[in-house]
Nanobody, 119 residues
Framework: QVRVVESGGGLVQPGGSLRLSCAAS????????MGWYRQAPGKQRELVAD???????NYADSVKGRFTISRDNAKNTVFLQMNSLRPEDTAVYSC?????????????WGQGTQVTVSS
């Protein structure tokens, strides 16, 4: 079992920045990838960025060059630094931890944190 808890959402003006945090607890060694997803009203949930245990990263085209995902292994925490925010970045951002092994699979989600970009 792995639990993930997000923090850091809020209201920001266009062009501003926010940093989201996702703290994982539980059976940490089972996590192979942690990622951030977002869902805007009326839209499907989409991957924003993810990072592997080894540090490889992957970004949605819409956030490349603006968002940076990183991790602090000592604190079992993943961060999403969001710069140059746009109104279309408004969504509920959720953290995900996943992994798999012989006979088991991990797919844990946080409750989500609202990010609103508006003037």
């Amino acid at each position: 079992q792995v639990r993930v808890v997000e923090s850091g959402g809020g209201l920001v003006q266009p062009g501003g920045s926010l940093r989201l945090s996702c703290a994982a607890s539980g059976v940490i060694f089972s996590i192979s990838v942690m990622g951030w997803y977002r869902q805007a009203p009326g839209k499907q949930r989409e991957l924003v960025a993810d990072i592997t245990r080894g540090g490889s990263t992957n970004y949605a085209d819409s956030v490349k060059g603006r968002f940076t995902i990183s991790r602090d292994n000592a604190k079992n925490t993943v961060f999403l630094q969001m710069n140059s925010l746009r109104p279309e970045d408004t969504a509920v951002y959720s953290c995900n931890a996943r992994g798999a092994g012989p006979g088991w699979q991990l797919d844990s989600w946080g409750q989500g944190t609202q990010v609103t970009v508006s003037s």
